[in-house]
């Protein structure tokens, strides 16, 4: 069993980091969206608003006027979930803000044998591999700082990120699919 960082703690890594916070998502959908309302307007009318004031846009704002990135891919199916279809309209206001959100289809990913775990990497020095049960709810963050580990994590990063596309030219691929 994997030790979790206490949940408390687990902001401030976006807040200490110096130069670069990536993220890989692999998962077809999060417990905690469907959960949330935003989630449920999304399904009944399309759309998300403008939700750029919320705590995480003002951070991503804050750290990228410093010089620092925020980028992240998402593994994403053919056709894609209804889960995904809700994170690829709610990166716009991400993107807005200064992430640069990215997407892979799944089967992509698979060619270049990414991991299926979802993780986080902050300046190539640390990782926190992100836990989740069966139901897609979150268990808790595992810290990793071992070396080995962490060239890994970057090797992956640098895998996605070559063959990861921005989002409008995704969603012109996801759009002649449908």
């Not at 993220?23 to 935003?38: F, P």
């Not at 591999?129 to 990063?157: M, S």
């Amino acid at each position: 069993m994997p030790e979790f960082i206490d949940d408390s703690t687990f902001g401030t890594y976006f807040e200490t980091f110096e130069h670069t916070a990536w993220r890989l998502e692999t998962r077809r959908g999060y417990g905690s969206d469907r959960a949330g309302e935003k989630y449920r307007r999304y399904l009944d009318t399309g759309t998300v608003s403008d939700d750029s004031d919320r705590p995480w846009c003002v951070n991503v704002r804050a750290q990228t006027s410093r010089g620092k990135r925020f980028e992240r891919v998402r593994i994403v199916d053919q056709p894609p979930t209804p889960e995904q279809l809700y994170l690829l309209a709610t990166a716009a206001t991400n993107n807005k803000a200064g992430e640069d959100i990215r997407n892979l289809w799944r089967t992509d990913a698979e060619k270049v044998a990414l991991p299926t775990e979802d993780f986080w990497l902050f300046d190539a020095r640390r990782a926190l591999v992100l836990h989740f049960d069966d139901g897609d709810g979150y268990l808790g963050a595992e810290l990793i700082e071992d070396p080995v580990r962490i060239v890994e994590f970057c090797q992956i990063r640098d895998a996605a990120w070559h063959y990861a596309i921005r989002r409008e030219e995704f969603l012109a691929q996801v759009a002649s699919i449908a």
